[in-house]
C-alpha cells in the first residue's frame, strides 16, 4: 500500500476556533473594521439564518461560512459575513459566490452586509478579491477584502511574538501545509507550538483550545503521535493542566483496532489477521471505523482490502 501523508481536516477546526474568537479573529486579521465595531454590545453568530438564505443555492463547496451581527459604532445594527476558505487549490466561482451570498443576504434581510475572506489555500498567486460584469452602460462591481494565509510566511518572527490567539491558528495551519509529506517534522512542529502556548503563558483555557486546534490541523500517525503525548506530559509536570484531544485520539484508534483484530479473527481466522499490520497504518478514525463495519458485509479479505486500499495505489513496500 502506497505510504500516505497524514490526513488533515481543516474545516472543524477553523469553525470552532473562529466560533471561540472571533474578536481576536477581527483584531488579527482586520484591525481597522475590529475599531469600528462596538465590542460592549457583543455580538451573535447567525448560522440558521445565513442557511436559509443559501440552501436553494447552488454555490459550490462551503467549508466555513459565518454570518455575525455585529454593532458599529454609532449604534447601527450590521451583519458581517465572513468566509474561510481553507481548500487546497483555487475555486473558480469563488468570487461569485461571495457577490451571491453578499446579496441574497442584503436582499431578504434589508442589512448592511460586509464580505470578507481568509484564503487557507497552496496558490500563491490565487487572490481573488472582485466579482463584476458590464452590460449596456450597468455595471456591477462587487470588492471584498482577503486575507492571504500564505504570506505570513514572511512574518514568522511577528508571529512568534503575538500574543492573539489567531498568531498560533495560522502557524498551525501553515505549518500542516509544509509538512504534509514528513511526519517527522511535523511532529517537531506541533511540539513546538505546544510549547510556545505555555512559554507565552497563556490562560489554561486558551492553551486546552489551542492545543485542541493544534492536534486537529497536524495529525500524526499513532506511533509519532504517542510520542508527542510524552513530551506534552513533560512540559505538563510543572502545570495543572491536562491535555486531552491527542490522546481521546489514540484510544479511540486502538479500540477501533481492537475490535478489527477480534473481527479478522473470527471471520477469517489466521489468514485474516495478515490483513492487520497494513490496516493499522491507517491514521482516519473514521476510515478505521468503516473497516470494522466492513467487516460484517465482506465476504473476504480483497473486499475488505477495498475499503482502504483503492486499487490504483502501490503494493505494499517491505
Not at 27 to 49: A, V
Not at 111 to 133: K, M, T
Request: proline share 4%.
Amino acid at each position: 500500500m502506497a505510504k500516505k501523508t497524514p490526513l488533515t481536516e481543516y474545516d472543524s477546526p477553523w469553525k470552532q476556533i473562529l466560533q471561540l474568537y472571533f474578536q481576536d479573529f477581527m483584531l488579527f486579521f482586520f484591525p481597522q473594521s475590529h475599531s469600528e465595531i462596538d465590542w460592549s454590545r457583543g455580538f451573535e453568530f447567525l448560522d440558521q439564518e445565513l442557511q436559509q438564505v443559501v440552501r436553494d443555492a447552488e454555490l459550490g463547496k462551503r467549508l466555513i461560512d459565518k454570518l455575525v451581527k455585529i454593532y458599529r459604532i454609532g449604534g447601527e445594527e450590521s451583519w458581517l459575513l465572513i468566509h474561510v476558505e481553507v481548500q487546497s487549490q483555487e475555486e473558480s466561482d469563488f468570487p461569485k459566490r461571495m457577490f451571491v451570498y453578499n446579496y441574497r443576504i442584503f436582499d431578504r434581510y434589508n442589512r448592511s452586509v460586509a464580505s470578507c475572506a481568509v484564503l487557507g489555500d497552496d496558490n500563491i498567486d490565487w487572490r481573488p478579491n472582485q466579482f463584476g460584469y458590464e452590460l449596456f452602460g450597468c455595471t456591477v462591481d462587487f470588492q471584498f477584502p482577503v486575507i492571504k494565509l500564505l504570506d505570513y510566511q514572511q512574518r514568522l518572527p511577528e508571529l512568534e511574538e503575538s500574543h492573539n490567539p489567531f498568531a498560533t491558528v495560522v502557524m498551525a495551519h501553515l505549518a500542516a501545509m509544509q509538512t504534509r509529506g514528513d511526519r517527522l517534522q511535523r511532529k517537531q512542529q506541533k511540539l513546538a507550538l505546544a510549547r510556545r502556548l505555555y512559554e507565552q503563558g497563556f490562560e489554561r483555557e486558551a492553551i486546552l483550545n489551542l492545543l485542541g486546534f493544534i492536534d486537529w490541523m497536524l495529525t500524526l500517525p499513532l506511533d509519532l503521535e504517542r510520542e508527542f503525548k510524552r513530551e506534552v506530559e513533560q512540559l505538563e509536570a510543572q502545570q495543572s493542566m491536562q491535555y486531552m484531544t491527542s490522546f481521546e485520539r489514540i484510544a479511540r484508534m486502538e479500540s477501533l483496532l481492537e475490535g478489527i483484530a477480534v473481527g479478522l479473527k473470527l471471520k477469517f481466522g489466521t489468514e485474516g489477521l495478515s490483513l492487520l499490520p497494513e490496516i493499522s497504518r491507517i491514521e482516519d478514525v473514521e476510515q478505521l471505523r468503516a473497516v470494522l463495519t466492513g467487516l460484517e458485509t465482506a465476504s473476504n479479505l480483497e473486499q475488505l482490502r477495498s475499503l482502504y486500499q483503492p486499487t490504483t495505489d502501490t503494493p505494499t513496500e517491505n
